[in-house]
């Protein structure tokens, strides 16, 4: 099994920076990708960036891109998102999520989940 934590969240103003972080711990051999996910009220859960651990191939959402980066940091098993230009659509609660080889990192199918960090972005 993976546990997962995330960290980093908080309130900043429109236009600023966070960096989320997120910990894996666990049997983490065999992570085929790790992800980030955002849930916000009255919206589904989006899948804000995914990287590759293999690979290092990174995708993000639309919205974000430009304005986040998602890293992985192997030596210290953990995720990383690096949010600038922050906006207040931004406002939701992140979630870190990790799926095993031969599985993909979905809503519907990413095996690890944290229980979330909350960011909030005001105007």
């Known amino acids: 099994q993976v546990q997962l934590e995330e960290s980093g969240g908080g309130s900043v103003q429109a236009g600023g920076s966070l960096r989320l972080s997120c910990a894996a711990s666990g049997d983490t051999y065999s992570t085929n990708c790790m992800a980030w996910f955002r849930q916000a009220p009255g919206k589904e859960r989006e899948r804000v960036g995914v990287i590759y651990i293999g690979s290092g191939v990174t995708r993000y959402a639309d919205s974000v891109i430009g304005r986040f980066t998602i890293s992985q940091d192997s030596a210290r098993n953990a995720l990383y998102l690096q949010m600038n230009s922050l906006k207040p659509d931004d406002t939701a609660m992140y979630l870190c999520?990790?799926?095993?080889?031969?599985?993909?990192?979905?809503?519907?199918?990413?095996?690890?989940w944290g229980q979330g960090t909350q960011v909030t972005v005001s105007s």
């Open positions: 999520a990790a799926s095993p080889s031969g599985a993909i990192c979905t809503a519907s199918t990413a095996k690890y």
